[in-house]
């Protein structure tokens, strides 16, 4: 079992940057494949990124923007948001699966409860 817990979301302005973390418990973290996902009201939650052990994966509308990463000692993933625009508001979740990472929410076994990001134009 993997309990989830996002933070790091807020309101800031186009061209900004936020940094969300992703803290999990247990003592297998590392053996997870993490994601980070995000949903807007009417819409299907969304890949973002995704981290195995030595892989980064990105979807296009974030890729050379939003970077990736974990720490394993600490047992937290990140995900690095610059250049962020009026779009990417919406509320970001981390997820964990076995295995590889993917980008289809219903191959994730586990989720946070989700963190609120507003970009303002």
């Known amino acids: 079992q993997v309990q989830l817990v996002e933070s790091g979301g807020g309101l800031v302005q186009a061209g900004g940057s936020l940094r969300l973390s992703c803290a999990a418990s247990g003592r297998t973290f590392s053996t997870y494949a993490m994601g980070w996902f995000r949903q807007v009201p009417g819409k299907e939650r969304e890949f973002v990124a995704a981290i195995d052990w030595k892989s980064t994966y990105y979807a296009n509308s974030v890729k050379g923007r939003f970077t990736i990463s974990r720490n394993n000692a600490k047992n937290t993933v990140y995900l690095q948001m610059n250049s962020l625009k009026p779009e990417d508001t919406a509320v970001y979740y981390c997820?964990?699966?076995?295995?590889?990472?993917?980008?289809?929410?219903?191959?994730?076994?586990?989720w946070g409860q989700g963190t609120q990001v507003t970009v303002s134009s």
């Open positions: 997820a964990a699966r076995r295995g590889p990472p993917g980008s289809l929410p219903e191959g994730y076994n586990y």
